[in-house]
């Protein structure tokens, strides 16, 4: 099974951007957190107050878990 099927790309990876549904408060202030469709969670700084819509994230990093891989980025458009 090819890992581009387990694990889909995130328009090359850092830098790169990933929509997803903010479904829940991150632990650190101001963080939301949603999930890709392959289970990845993706945890969106400054996007508290967008829970339960979909925003366009910049992935800042991956990091490769037991479980799969957890993305953290940035609102699209922001400054860093």
Request: negative net charge; glycine residues 16%.
């Amino acid at each position: 099974m090819a890992a581009s099927y387990l694990f889909p790309d995130i328009s090359g990876s850092t830098g790169g951007t990933v929509s997803v549904k903010i479904v829940k408060l991150g632990k650190a202030d101001g963080q939301g957190v949603g999930h890709m469709d392959d289970g990845s969670m993706v945890v969106v700084n400054r996007s508290v107050d967008l829970t339960g819509t979909n925003v366009l994230a910049e992935v800042e990093s991956i990091i490769p878990t037991s479980g799969g891989r957890m993305v953290f980025g940035i609102l699209f458009g922001e400054d860093k």
